[in-house]
């Protein structure tokens, strides 16, 4: 009678602690359904304040749903340009008066086109020396093309459609709506502040037009602490790479034919000291991560918008 009782005991004992345990993992899926809704709340508002910032001329770089630095500094830049205490952080005054002055939805639908996904692509080597063979610089696959064209990172586009053939014609996509439709007003003055990875631009009545982030220059490499002027724009460029002017690099000279990733992007804005220029870049991603060799590098898309504002004679001041 004893152990009978003692077997029911055990049983119950059991069946307690597996009742215990699932409560426990019910908890644990809740906790986790919970945060991944915060997460994903978050990351929408955090989308949502990139396209409004990009909509602005207040260029947070690449569109991704990540707080990083690009997106602070932009954030700063435009709470300075309106006028408002400059935290670098969400604020819901600024949301809503960013909301009011560029409305709109943030994604919409794209279907994506022949000239999308007809190339030419290639696969770009590592190398300058590989780089040099190749007869353009293209981009390497319609989800690098279609990723630069809507501002975004690659690795958020392929977040946001999963499974999706970007090199098929029609397919339908979800990207973000950035801005601008609306060329950029004239550009008198650049200035570029090293300190702070940013390059703003000024209309000839000395309001600021726009402000991008940028990797300027090194230690080993350092831009200029002077005031140079623009000579000339060359879109789609070819880079031509002579060692002797260089301290890193092949022992050849190299030109590279033009393209979205050609070392120095989709345009060269030429300045006043040899061999120095305002540029894009094919890696948008690592803009305000990286040093570069002197030069003032913008993601493509930024430094196309910018190539287009500025005239010859425009000044940059570097501070």
């Keep these: 009678m ?14 307690i602690s597996a009742c215990v345990l699932q409560a426990e993992l019910a908890a644990a899926q809740d906790t986790a359904l919970t945060q991944s809704a915060i997460q994903a709340a978050r990351q929408a ?4 304040l990139q396209v409004l910032l990009d909509r602005a001329r207040h260029s947070p770089g690449v569109i991704d749903g990540v707080m990083g630095g690009n997106t602070r500094r932009a954030i700063d830049a435009y709470q300075k340009s309106s006028g408002m205490n400059p935290t670098g952080r969400i604020d819901a005054a600024m949301l809503q008066r960013l909301r009011q002055a560029h409305n709109g939805p943030v994604f919409q639908e794209y279907l994506i086109t022949k000239e999308d996904v007809n190339g030419p692509f290639s696969s770009v080597p590592s190398t300058m020396t590989g780089k040099a063979e190749l007869d353009r610089v293209a981009f390497e696959d319609p989800a690098e093309l279609l990723a630069e064209k809507f501002h975004m990172a690659r690795s958020y586009l392929e977040k946001l459609n999963p499974g999706a053939d970007f090199s098929k014609t029609g397919t339908k996509i979800k990207v973000v709506l950035p801005g601008g439709d609306e060329q950029l007003a004239k550009v008198q003055r650049i200035e570029v502040d090293k300190s702070a990875n940013e390059l703003r631009a000024y209309s000839p009545d000395g309001s600021l037009a726009a402000t991008y982030p940028t990797t300027v220059g090194s230690n080993i490499h350092p831009s200029p602490n002077e005031t140079l002027e623009v000579l000339a724009v060359a879109p789609d ?21 033009p393209g979205p990733n050609n070392p120095v992007g989709v345009v060269w804005i030429d300045l006043s000291r040899d061999g120095y220029g305002i540029h894009g870049t094919p890696e948008p991603k690592l803009i305000g991560k990286t040093s570069s060799h002197g030069c003032v590098r913008l993601t493509n898309w930024d430094a196309h918008e910018l190539s287009l504002a500025v005239d010859k004679g ?3 001041q570097f501070r």
């Design 2 to 15: 004893l152990r009978l009782k003692a077997k029911q005991l055990c049983k119950v004992a059991v069946l």
């Design 45 to 48: 508002e955090i989308v949502e």
């Design 237 to 257: 460029p070819r880079y031509y790479f002579d060692p002797s002017r260089r301290t890193w690099g092949p022992d050849e000279q190299l030109t590279i034919a």
């Design 314 to 316: 425009s000044t940059v």
